[in-house]
């Protein structure tokens, strides 16, 4: 065998010149199970390999994000802070000649632009503006979206998944609820699987079997959570009342006002 210092298979800090061990002989004096072997170690090195390149990917991509787009990002962010301003200062002193619908199309807008900016998160003098223009306040929109999710929770998953929830938001209870659904699945996948292995006993089965179907059991019950979840999130964004749209907001089929900006 050449190189007889073995290294740790998956030390991250290893030297670039280390090699794995391997057995050389003519391949007609090589057992199969000395061929087995030197498959393997070839398939170690070659995802040893694999894993180097994904990492540095992943490194480059960091810098990128640093360096490039998280400036960007704060510079939009910035440029519409300072749009909602712009937009206050035409709705509170309107020009001469602004319609009422003009009005509501800014007002649309603003909501749009003040909401881009609080998904990165708290800020007082946009939700300030937000309230002071829009239809409905920030904590009302919370308010009704949370009222409207409750509804859509008892109604397709049923009433005993939003007792004493407690959530501020929507999102809190839905992530409520979706953990008393994993919490019951759990709960049913492990029944399930202890008759399972019961049953496997009394026939004298390897217990193999009864822990497939519990893996498959879980992995049933996890699918269902994410299909839910999925469907929530697009009943949210069809539903919601901010998203309907009436002759003053003049609606388009893409889901975008008559300025371009999305609905809330």
């Known amino acids: 065998m050449n190189d007889p210092q073995q290294i740790p298979l998956f030390d991250e800090h290893s030297n670039q010149g280390s090699r794995l061990v391997t057995i050389v002989a003519p391949k007609a004096r090589l057992t199969k199970g000395q061929q087995t072997f030197n498959r393997l170690v070839e398939k170690i090195r070659q995802q040893r390999e694999l894993l180097a390149e994904w990492q540095a990917f992943t490194l480059r991509c960091q810098q990128r994000v640093a360096s490039e787009l998280e400036p960007l990002r704060r ?39 003040a909401q881009a900016v609080l998904v990165h998160g708290p800020d007082e003098e946009i939700e300030a503006l937000h309230d002071k223009h829009a239809r409905s306040t920030l904590e009302e929109s919370q308010r009704a979206e949370l009222k409207m999710t409750e509804a859509f929770v008892s109604a397709f998953l049923g009433e005993d998944m939003v007792k004493g929830h407690g959530a501020g938001s929507a999102e809190e209870l839905f992530q409520h609820a979706q953990e008393k659904m994993q919490a019951g699945a759990a709960g049913r996948a492990e029944a399930d699987a202890q008759r399972a292995q019961a049953r496997a006993a009394r026939r004298g089965e390897r217990p193999a079997k009864a822990d497939l179907a519990q893996q498959r059991r879980e992995q049933a019950a996890k699918d269902a959570s994410q299909s839910v979840r999925e469907i929530y999130r697009k009943l949210v964004s069809a539903l919601h009342p901010d998203r309907v749209t009436d002759p003053g907001r003049a609606g388009t089929p893409d889901g975008t006002d008559a300025t371009g900006q999305p609905g809330l």
Request: glycine share 12%.
């Open 75 to 113: 510079e939009l962010c910035e440029g519409q802070r300072q749009m909602c301003r712009l937009l206050d200062e035409l709705l509170t002193a309107p020009p001469k000649g602004l319609g009422r619908r003009q009005r509501g199309k800014l007002v649309i807008m603003l909501e749009g632009v």
